[in-house]
């Protein structure tokens, strides 16, 4: 659409300045109204891609290193934010919980909005719906008329004042802006889950140590780290927070200075596993602290009561800058998700564990002088590389 006239630009703007700019629209012309009614009563948005100039089509081939794939990351940044007012990102709708988009060169994707859903069973749905492609393939045949069934297609016209049409283009400069500073890379790694339950460990604890080891490297320090726990067994359960930095965890990034293969450091990184696997169990089963300790907060500040002096310590506050973010989404095919940090000089990670590889997609913000996903990437290469070596002498626990 004509830039000004970008109106879904205004979804990726701050909530506040969003919501002020919605309410001014809505009251201005019911057409907008009625608009924004059918948007948010639809199922689904969909959106139909021009090439992104720029980023690889479909078929192009991917430019690699052993680890980060550069193709593959360009495909992320198109998923993630569209490449910005130039390419497609003005034809997007980020309010809406469940978007898909499809480019002309057949490139394909989903963009979630987080508040109502985890990213787990939106792609299981997708894996659905891929494995329904690969089973089916009369359904990838292009159709020569729309089905009787299918309502007519209705273009939404909008109603704009010349506010609306600069609160559009304001929301393409900042989104551009934070589109420029956002450093994205995917990778793949050579082996996957497989070749770690050989060990008899959890891959994704094992991944899991792999992050602190390779930050550790890089900053001679643990980082506080989030890693979400779903509590779907309980009656409206979200998540809550598996910490991956441990004291077990600890112990063994400072044995791995170097990467020489030792009995010691084996036995070190079975008991980080074994440590973050319990941490693990502890969350799911609702037995971790963080949202325990957020809903006594919460309480207190809703009843007027003294917030106790535990939140306002300084190492309570370190301890919820999370300068690694981290996600496991699992699918059964060659598919990632990606996301920004939650932190100004912190890395998020998302990441899917198959039988025979792992992807990853590492993103950091540009503008923070200490961050680069780069490093990070090659950092969490070599100590996936490294841990793999300890596999091969790693005694088998004993059976009791």
Same mark, same amino acid.
């Not at 001014?24 to 100039?53: G, R, T, W, Y």
């Not at 939404?156 to 559009?168: G, I, M, R, S």
């Given at each position: 659409?004509?830039?000004?006239?970008?109106?879904?630009?205004?979804?990726?703007?701050?909530?506040?300045?969003?919501?002020?700019?919605?309410?001014?629209?809505?009251?201005?012309?019911?057409?907008?109204?009625?608009?924004?009614?059918?948007?948010?009563?639809?199922?689904?948005?969909?959106?139909?891609?021009?090439?992104?100039?720029?980023?690889?089509?479909?078929?192009?081939?991917?430019?690699?290193?052993?680890?980060?794939?550069?193709?593959?990351?360009?495909?992320?940044?198109?998923?993630?934010?569209?490449?910005?007012?130039?390419?497609?990102?003005?034809?997007?709708?980020?309010?809406?919980?469940?978007?898909?988009?499809?480019? #002309?060169?057949?490139?394909?994707?989903?963009?979630?909005?987080?508040?109502?859903?985890?990213?787990?069973?939106?792609?299981?749905?997708?894996?659905?719906?891929?494995?329904?492609?690969?089973?089916?393939?009369?359904?990838?045949?292009?159709?020569?008329?729309?089905?009787?069934?299918?309502?007519?297609?209705?273009?939404?016209?909008?109603?704009?004042?010349?506010?609306?049409?600069?609160?559009?283009?304001?929301?393409?400069?900042?989104?551009?802006?934070?589109?420029?500073?956002?450093?994205?890379?995917?990778?793949?790694?050579?082996?996957?889950?497989?070749?770690?339950?050989?060990?008899?460990?959890?891959?994704?604890?094992?991944?899991?140590?792999?992050?602190?080891?390779?930050?550790?490297?890089?900053?001679?320090?643990?980082?506080?780290?989030?890693?979400?726990?779903?509590?779907?067994?309980?009656?409206?359960?979200?998540?809550?927070?598996?910490?991956?930095?441990?004291?077990?965890?600890?112990?063994?990034?400072?044995?791995?200075?170097?990467?020489?293969?030792?009995?010691?450091?084996?036995?070190?990184?079975?008991?980080?596993?074994?440590?973050?696997?319990?941490?693990?169990?502890?969350?799911?089963?609702?037995?971790?602290?963080?949202?325990?300790?957020?809903?006594?907060?919460?309480?207190?500040?809703?009843?007027?009561?003294?917030?106790?002096?535990?939140?306002?310590?300084?190492?309570?506050?370190?301890?919820?800058?999370?300068?690694?973010?981290?996600?496991?989404?699992?699918?059964?095919?060659? #598919?990632?998700? #990606?996301?920004?940090?939650?932190?100004?000089?912190?890395?998020?990670?998302?990441?899917?564990?198959?039988?025979?590889?792992?992807?990853?997609?590492?993103?950091?913000?540009?503008?923070?002088?200490?961050?680069?996903?780069?490093?990070?990437?090659?950092?969490?290469?070599?100590?996936?590389?490294?841990?793999?070596?300890?596999?091969?002498?790693?005694?088998?626990?004993?059976?009791?």
């Amino acid at each position: 659409p004509e830039a000004s006239r970008a109106v879904g630009l205004l979804t990726s703007e701050h909530r506040d300045t969003w919501a002020a700019v919605y309410d001014s629209m809505v009251k201005h012309d019911e057409v907008n109204k009625q608009n924004m009614a059918a948007i948010q009563n639809s199922l689904f948005f969909v959106a139909l891609d021009q090439n992104n100039p720029g980023l690889p089509t479909a078929g192009e081939p991917r430019n690699r290193t052993p680890f980060i794939d550069e193709g593959r990351t360009r495909l992320a940044e198109r998923g993630l934010h569209g490449g910005g007012t130039s390419a497609n990102s003005g034809n997007r709708w980020f309010d809406k919980t469940l978007q898909f988009f499809v480019a #002309s060169d057949g490139g394909a994707g989903c963009i979630i909005e987080h508040c109502a859903a985890e990213g787990p069973p939106v792609v299981r749905l997708t894996d659905y719906c891929i494995t329904m492609l690969e089973k089916d393939t009369n359904r990838l045949t292009p159709a020569t008329e729309l089905p009787r069934d299918v309502p007519s297609v209705q273009r939404l016209n909008w109603k704009l004042a010349k506010e609306h049409e600069e609160a559009v283009l304001q929301a393409g400069r900042n989104f551009n802006a934070e589109i420029a500073r956002l450093d994205l890379k995917s990778c793949e790694c050579s082996f996957g889950k497989e070749a770690i339950k050989k060990a008899k460990m959890s891959p994704d604890a094992f991944i899991q140590v792999a992050f602190q080891l390779a930050y550790f490297r890089m900053y001679r320090r643990n980082p506080p780290t989030y890693e979400s726990a779903s509590l779907r067994r309980y009656r409206r359960g979200r998540t809550d927070t598996i910490r991956s930095a441990t004291i077990a965890s600890d112990a063994f990034v400072r044995h791995c200075e170097t990467d020489d293969v030792s009995m010691d450091k084996a036995a070190l990184l079975r008991n980080a596993v074994m440590a973050h696997s319990e941490y693990s169990q502890w969350a799911i089963r609702g037995q971790a602290f963080d949202r325990h300790l957020l809903g006594l907060k919460l309480i207190a500040k809703e009843n007027g009561i003294p917030v106790p002096e535990l939140f306002n310590d300084p190492n309570y506050a370190e301890s919820l800058h999370y300068r690694v973010s981290t996600s496991q989404v699992p699918s059964a095919h060659d #598919s990632f998700l #990606s996301f920004g940090p939650v932190v100004e000089d912190g890395y998020g990670v998302c990441y899917n564990p198959r039988k025979n590889g792992i992807l990853f997609n590492i993103s950091s913000f540009r503008s923070c002088p200490t961050t680069d996903s780069q490093r990070f990437a090659e950092s969490l290469e070599q100590s996936l590389n490294c841990m793999h070596d300890l596999l091969q002498v790693m005694p088998q626990p004993s059976k009791l």
